[in-house]
């Protein structure tokens, strides 16, 4: 039985749903990561169909769309977006497919960040425009709680990270309107967050000076933000689930600053130290690390099924070629397991999960290709492949190839 699925964030990226000890709930891994103009525009997933939005064919961005058919395993068209945009905010309310900001253009110099929103109702098969968003937001945080959609922070299109916000505003589509909720404490971007109780938990991400270990929570009930007590380690770009009263963040991006002997090399690297946030006890304490770093790259997901959670990210290992990687985690007995490798090396590709089953689909293939190339200029290496992985049986299987090939889309589930 599929306890709990979480696929965010950038975010990135990334909605979210309620997410009780036997409910389910799942999203795009909820730390919105969008730093890249391929990176995942969240996804969330059940046993319905699945939609793919825009994105981009490392050419430009996309306004296609398809939708993958479980019963009889194929992707199928659907009508356009409106806009062509990757690296958009999206949720399903109400059973309509909510697409909203992003960014426009043909390569990264040329990207804009665009306020505008569209729906899209699959029984009429049409999308509606929504009024826009009061700002323009690159890797905000996003949560959904009562068919409301939260979009949290994130960053000024101004090209750095100096930007960072901390407004917030939600969108009612009974009434299609944006309002402005209370702003967050602390301005940030690119972090991990889930929903719990009806409360919208964030922990760090980053801010104009590097990563950051404060933690906060919006209650919907009292309509305010509350601080917690911070994480043990700052990071952005971190993977995260709910699950049984606990809110848990693994792995994600942390600097290093190393004196070579000649001068300071600075950067980034990758975690595999994996925390778990009590509600009860109001406490963060250390689990046992990943079996390797992994963080979200837009593809980012956590799914928990019967008591484990699995995850599905980046890992950018120096002497190989970037990669999605797949672990399961054993709360219980506190233990890490590697899947089996996913078909075809890829980065930043669409994940969602259903009751017993992984699946993979599109983003770019990453043999002969270094994780400093400039992804959009590579068209040639955008896949189409789909793959479903069995809990049960511990196996990848190929499914029938997308239409076209994609990265960087938006993924959700709806009727």
Request: glycine letters at 8%.
């Amino acid at each position: 039985m599929l306890d709990v699925l979480t696929k965010h964030g950038a975010a990135n990226y990334v909605a979210q749903c309620l997410a009780t000890t036997d409910a389910v709930a799942l999203s795009s891994t909820c730390s919105p990561m969008m730093h890249s103009i391929h990176k995942a525009l969240r996804c969330i997933s059940t046993s319905q169909r699945q939609y793919l939005c825009g994105g981009t064919d490392g050419n430009g961005c996309l306004s296609k769309v398809e939708f993958f058919d479980p019963l009889n395993g194929r992707w199928e068209s659907s009508p356009s977006m409106l806009m062509a945009r990757s690296e958009a905010i999206c949720a399903v309310l109400m059973g309509r497919v909510c697409i909203c900001g992003g960014a426009t253009g043909s390569c990264a110099s040329d990207q804009t960040y665009v306020r505008s929103a569209e729906y899209f109702d699959p029984y009429s098969k049409e999308w509606v425009m929504l009024p826009s968003m009061s700002a323009a937001r690159r890797a905000p945080i996003v949560g959904v709680m009562d068919d409301e959609l939260y979009v949290c922070g994130g960053m000024e299109d101004i090209g750095d990270d100096s930007g960072c916000l901390k407004s917030v505003e939600k969108l009612d589509l009974l009434n299609e309107t944006w309002e402005c909720a209370p702003p967050m404490l602390t301005r940030r971007a690119n972090a991990a967050c889930s929903v719990l109780s009806n409360c919208l938990y964030i922990a760090g991400g980053n801010h104009h000076r590097g990563p950051l270990r404060k933690t906060e929570f919006f209650d919907k009930k009292s309509y305010r933000w509350k601080k917690l007590p911070p994480m043990k380690e700052a990071r952005e770009n971190a993977i995260s689930c709910a699950f049984r009263g606990s809110f848990y963040v693994f792995g994600g991006r942390a600097p290093y600053d190393v004196f070579t002997g000649n001068y300071f090399e600075t950067g980034f690297r990758e975690l595999s130290t994996v925390e778990r946030f009590s509600i009860v006890t109001n406490q963060w304490e250390s689990l046992p690390p990943m079996s390797q770093p992994c963080y979200d790259d837009m593809g980012g997901l956590s799914a928990v099924c019967s008591g484990s959670i699995y995850i599905m990210g980046a890992n950018n290992d120096s002497n190989e070629d970037p990669m999605c990687c797949a672990m399961v985690f054993n709360p219980e007995l506190g233990q890490w397991e590697d899947l089996p490798p996913l078909p075809g090396k890829r980065l930043r590709p669409r994940t969602w999960a259903t009751p017993g089953f992984l699946y993979v689909c599109g983003g770019f293939l990453t043999e002969n290709h270094r994780s400093n190339r400039i992804w959009h200029d590579a068209a040639s290496v955008v896949t189409d492949i789909t793959a479903r992985f069995d809990i049960k049986m511990r196996e990848w299987h190929l499914l029938r190839p997308m239409i076209s090939p994609s990265a960087g889309c938006h993924l959700l589930e709806a009727v």
